[in-house]
């Protein structure tokens, strides 16, 4: 049996004389919860709704379950796919209640009732299954959208944007309980977001999405320590870019000292080149002894940790972490040093 649940070859989708999606591929792992991550208009919408089948394409090809499902001028219909989807706007039947609502996507009356009953209570719905989609607030009916996908038990789930509408709090809570579903219906999941946190947090794979092409895929870890571009780096994590010079392939001066580069995403880069180091703001340490000496900006509280722009020279100002125990004021001076164990990602100088 074929590996992969899904699998995209360079598929490109039009709408009207729009082309939105121009040249996706990737492949989903059966069981697996793959995160598709972009900017807003970067095409995540349209890519679900050409998996979903509602979409057609105007090139490439699309395999569900090593089956063809589409090809320019043919699609297989959405309900010959077993494929369930959460729209970004619930689409929840207005006229029945929450429990209504979700019954709508078992496929029997009676086989899956507490299978039902289970959801419920697992998407923290219990007290609101006789109210009806406008009674509920935008994370409420969320949640009911996903009860109603999930009691259906697809082969695949495609899921737009699903924490959208959830505070912080519930984000987490419902972010847990949902993993833990799908890893116990064997559901393979494609889960649309533009949030960083989210996709890094539940996903053991995710592809970057901008300007309807796939720009790099693979283990959140990989997104995160090896960006492929200057815009994936950006887009993953908070961090800055620091100015440095090429030593060599695998060295670069920068006003912090000597590190480790990789330049792999890079090409053509010599010897004295600048090039832009990508710095996540925890491989930026204070060192009151042997640190350099630069200016801090401002500081952002966050709950675990403190967030501290620092100004090192003209060029370059960079973010840092703290420890929330560490006091100074703004325009005071600090003495850094970049953490000498981590290669950094360098990327052709601007
Ligand atoms: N029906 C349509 N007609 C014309 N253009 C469309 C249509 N639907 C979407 N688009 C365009 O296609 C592009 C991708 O839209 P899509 O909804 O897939 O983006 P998205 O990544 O899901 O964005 P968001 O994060 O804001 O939901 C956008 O530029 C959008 O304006
Ligand atoms: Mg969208």
């Given at each position: 049996m074929n590996q992969f649940a899904i699998q995209a070859i360079q598929v490109g989708s039009c709408i009207g004389k729009n082309n939105i999606l121009k040249n996706v591929s990737f492949d989903v792992c059966r069981e697996s919860l793959t995160s598709i991550l972009g900017?807003?208009?970067?095409?995540k919408t349209t890519l679900l709704n050409t998996i979903a089948g509602f979409q057609p394409v105007c090139k490439g090809e699309l395999y569900i379950n090593g089956k063809l499902v589409n090809r320019k001028g043919f699609t297989v219909a959405p309900?010959?796919?077993n494929v369930g989807m959460v729209f970004q706007d619930h689409?929840?039947?207005?006229?029945?209640?929450v429990y209504e609502n979700i019954r709508?996507?078992?496929?029997?009356?009676?086989?899956?009732d507490n299978h039902l009953k289970r959801l419920i209570k697992k998407l923290h719905l219990s007290h609101l299954?006789?109210?009806?989609?406008?009674?509920?607030s935008g994370g409420q009916q969320q949640r009911t959208a996903l009860a109603r996908a999930l009691v259906a038990d697809p082969d695949v789930l495609l899921l737009d944007e699903?924490?959208?509408?959830?505070n912080q709090d519930l984000q987490i809570e419902v972010g847990i309980e949902l993993v833990d579903i799908l890893k116990q219906q064997k559901t393979t999941t494609i889960m649309v977001t533009h949030d960083q946190n989210d996709a890094m947090a539940i996903s053991d794979h995710i592809v970057m999405l901008m300007d309807g092409t796939d720009i790099q895929s693979g283990s959140p870890d990989s997104l995160y320590?090896?960006?492929?571009t200057r815009e994936v780096a950006a887009f993953i994590s908070r961090g800055s870019f620091i100015k440095a010079r090429c030593i060599n392939q695998h060295k670069a001066e920068t006003p912090l000292g000597t590190i480790n580069i990789d330049l792999?995403?890079?090409?053509?880069v010599e010897s004295g080149d600048c090039v832009d180091i990508w710095l996540h703001p925890e491989d930026v340490q204070i060192d009151a002894e042997n640190g350099r000496c630069v200016d801090i900006l401002q500081q952002s509280w966050r709950p675990l940790d403190l967030l501290i722009k620092v100004r090192i020279d003209q060029n370059n100002e960079i973010l840092m972490k703290a420890d929330q125990q560490f006091r100074a004021r703004q325009s005071e001076k600090l003495q850094i040093k970049l953490n000498e164990h981590v290669t950094y990602s360098a990327f052709s100088g601007t």
């Open positions: 900017p807003s208009g970067s095409g309900d010959k796919r689409a929840l039947f207005p006229h029945l209640t709508t996507g078992l496929k029997t009356n009676t086989s899956s299954v006789n109210r009806h989609p406008h009674e509920l699903p924490f959208a509408n959830l320590h090896k960006p492929s792999a995403h890079t090409s053509d």
